[in-house]
């Protein structure tokens, strides 16, 4: 029998930084309708006449100061390739094959790929280790949409979250091994944020607040997204003996004030007022390094960070291609 195939699909990056690249990538994710939530015309209308023409430029020097940290690449790109090479070299269990969601390597063509070694068994892997609509739930989307096309349709296997899962949590408790973490004052635990909306619609009564997300996982909030990185945060600390006091879990990337609270940004600002003048970053929801983490915690929260009185912001690194990430796949892949 021929060997199942583990097609691991990241978000995705434009081709370049380029102007035009970045305004095809994000017209592409803006548009996906699990991304923003509104009727497709609006969306059409919000997206391709307001939002990408005018974000395109600013992102796309964002982009190109990436490209340069990166020795002119795509460092998601890279370390997802990278990622998929080592687990090809390092087990024989599974054939493994990478997409993004949106731009290249499309899911379309990861797919004719993996149909040429007809699988025994095709295992969905979205690298998005805290399901949300707008990142797992699009892949499940996009995926199932495509292989509808196909006459033959192998078994099918997706693994929609892995927020809790020990071998993740080790994962990233190998990586902070490179820091004392008695040397900072507070650790942040930076995750991506979503609308209140997205993350209100997991539950019956439209309305997040009220589940205890901030302290338990329940069989009500085990797919809300700020529940499942409130518990992330807490294995990791448990595992590294930080006390609860010692750290503290925020939001990124918001587009409005009505996103999930807090805000990374302002809880950084603060903390040197407080006396935090040395402080530790992670960012748990990324499992390869990226615009989110290099520029936009590296960089520019770094620097707000300093000039509001800090004196050190570090940040720990994705678990991208690390030994026991790759070992953490496997262990997920195969107890799901």
């Not at 687990?87 to 599974?94: D, H, K, P, R, T």
Request: net charge negative; glycine share 2%; hydrophobic share 35%.
């Amino acid at each position: 029998m021929n060997k199942p195939a583990l097609l691991l699909i990241n978000l995705g990056t434009p081709d370049s930084p380029s102007y035009f690249d970045v305004f095809k990538y994000l017209r592409e994710f803006l548009m996906d309708g699990r991304v923003i939530d509104v009727p497709s015309f609006f969306r059409f209308i919000l997206v391709t006449l307001i939002i990408c023409p005018i974000r395109s430029f600013a992102s796309s020097k964002i982009y190109q100061q990436l490209w340069d940290l990166s020795d002119g690449v795509s460092p998601l790109l890279k370390n997802t390739e990278e990622l998929t090479k080592k687990l090809n070299a390092e087990q024989s269990e599974y054939d493994v094959f990478y997409a993004m969601r949106y731009q290249k390597p499309s899911i379309d063509k990861a797919l004719e790929a993996i149909k040429k070694n007809n699988p025994s068994e095709l295992i969905i892997f979205p690298l998005f280790p805290h399901y949300a609509s707008a990142t797992s739930g699009s892949v499940f989307q996009e995926v199932t949409k495509k292989l509808s096309k196909s006459w033959v349709i192998p078994s099918f296997k997706f693994i929609s979250q892995y927020y809790d899962h020990p071998s993740f949590i080790n994962a990233w408790v190998e990586t902070a091994r490179d820091f004392d973490l008695a040397e900072y004052d507070k650790i942040i635990f930076s995750y991506h944020g979503l609308p209140n909306s997205q993350v209100n619609k997991v539950y019956e009564d439209n309305q997040c607040d009220g589940k205890n997300c901030e302290h338990e996982i329940t069989a009500e909030n085990d797919y809300c997204y700020k529940a499942t990185v409130y518990e992330t945060s807490k294995l990791i600390a448990e595992k590294l003996s930080l006390p609860r006091e010692k750290y503290e879990v925020t939001f990124q990337s918001r587009l409005t004030n009505n996103w999930l609270e807090p805000f990374s940004d302002d809880v950084l600002k603060s903390l040197p007022a407080k006396g935090n003048k040395k402080v530790l970053v992670f960012s748990p929801a990324f499992t390869a390094d990226c615009l989110e983490t290099v520029i936009e915690i590296g960089d520019e929260y770094k620097e707000l960070f300093l000039e509001a009185g800090g004196q050190t912001l570090d940040y720990v690194p994705s678990l991208n291609y690390s030994d026991a990430w790759v070992r953490a796949i496997i262990d997920i892949t195969n107890s799901k």
